[in-house]
């Protein structure tokens, strides 16, 4: 059963930067990411997509985050990662990883808090 375990949330000030990790574990050996995915969810708000990555390299970002935030992935050690740098309140929210696999299956990190204040 594969488990995602996420780390690196915490309190920032405003313009400052945080590195969300997830890791995947309990794999088999024909284990792979296909897509991963950073979701956030702001008190009262609906979970809404941050960031996008396919194996093959296409990378999407929703238009608040351009430009700020990188999703990147080492493949050895089945981890992704979110790279958040010039942090707004407005990026305060509970932020989840979430892989889908090569063979279909989807999996959710258990979130992690990122407060953006000063």
């Known amino acids: 059963q594969v488990q995602l375990v996420e780390s690196g949330g915490g309190l920032a000030q405003p313009g400052g930067s945080l590195t969300l990790s997830c890791a995947a574990s309990?794999?088999?050996?024909?284990?792979?990411?296909?897509?991963m995915d950073w979701y956030r969810q702001a008190p009262g708000k609906q979970r809404e997509l941050v960031a996008r990555?396919?194996?093959?390299?296409?990378?999407l970002y929703v238009e608040p985050v351009k430009g700020r935030f990188a999703i990147s992935m080492n493949n050895a050690k089945n981890t992704v990662y979110l790279q958040m740098n010039s942090l707004k309140p407005e990026d305060t929210a509970v932020y989840y990883c979430?892989?889908?696999?090569?063979?279909?299956?989807?999996?959710w990190g258990q979130g992690t808090q990122v407060t953006v204040s000063s």
């Open positions: 979430k892989i889908e696999d090569n063979t279909g299956r989807q999996y």
């Open positions: 309990g794999s088999g050996s024909g284990f792979s990411i296909s897509v």
């Open positions: 990555s396919f194996r093959g390299g296409q990378i």
